[in-house]
């Protein structure tokens, strides 16, 4: 089992940073690094979509076209954390983001929410013009 809580979420202008943080308590005898991780997002009315993945040695990592080059994954296993770095945001990157978990030993990330058996509660972020 795997519990995810996020934070860093807030009210940015256009052009902003905000920096999310998701760290995850395992089961004992379980490490952190089973899990790939994912930030996924999902505005009002859309569908969740992932935004950003990474394997679980951090070596791999994919990202979605809309936040190439804005955002960056990454995490420290040392610590049990994934980190969503987001930087020159824009309103249509508000959204509710969510962390989650899949487990797995490929090296692979995937990017569909039906792969993650786990998921936090999510932090809104919300851009305004």
């Known amino acids: 089992q795997v519990q995810l809580v996020e934070s860093g979420g807030g009210l940015v202008q256009a052009g902003g940073s905000l920096r999310l943080s998701c760290v995850a308590s395992v089961a004992s005898g379980r490490t952190f690094t089973l899990y790939a991780m994912g930030w996924f997002r999902q505005a009002s009315g859309k569908e969740r979509e992932c935004v950003a993945a990474?394997?679980?040695?951090?070596?791999?990592?994919d990202y979605a076209d809309s936040v190439k080059a804005r955002f960056t994954i990454s995490r420290d296993n040392a610590k049990n954390t994934v980190y969503l770095q987001m930087n020159n945001l824009n309103p249509e990157d508000t959204a509710v983001y969510y962390c989650a978990a899949e487990r797995t030993t490929s090296m692979t990330v995937r990017t569909s929410a039906h792969a993650y058996n786990y998921w936090g509660q999510g932090t809104q972020v919300t851009v305004s013009s």
């Open positions: 990474i394997s679980w040695s951090g070596s791999v990592t």
